[in-house]
């Protein structure tokens, strides 16, 4: 899975525990359609300061926000992981 895809997973959840869209999501976090065009896929990437300002309106920490499983298997972070124990 790419990364990406986990943060949409990650929101998409974050959306039903709180009761909301990605469209309320990134009005409150925003104030924009940021979030919403990122689930849409008609944005690639997710910047870091979006992702705390979803935070900040959900009073999230990082910690918790990244704190699931979507981001378990996310194809970038496997591949680091197999070449570090390769050279180990």
Request: negative net charge.
């Amino acid at each position: 899975m790419k990364f990406s895809e986990a943060l949409r997973i990650r929101i998409k959840e974050l959306c039903g525990e709180y009761h909301m869209n990605p469209s309320g999501l990134s009005q409150k976090a925003c104030g924009n359609s940021t979030i919403s065009s990122f689930m849409s896929k008609d944005q690639e990437t997710l910047y870091m300061p979006t992702i705390y300002s979803i935070c900040l309106a959900l009073n999230l920490s990082l910690k918790e926000f990244f704190d699931s499983q979507c981001f378990d298997d996310i194809d970038e972070i496997n591949e680091i992981r197999n070449q570090n124990q390769k050279s180990e």
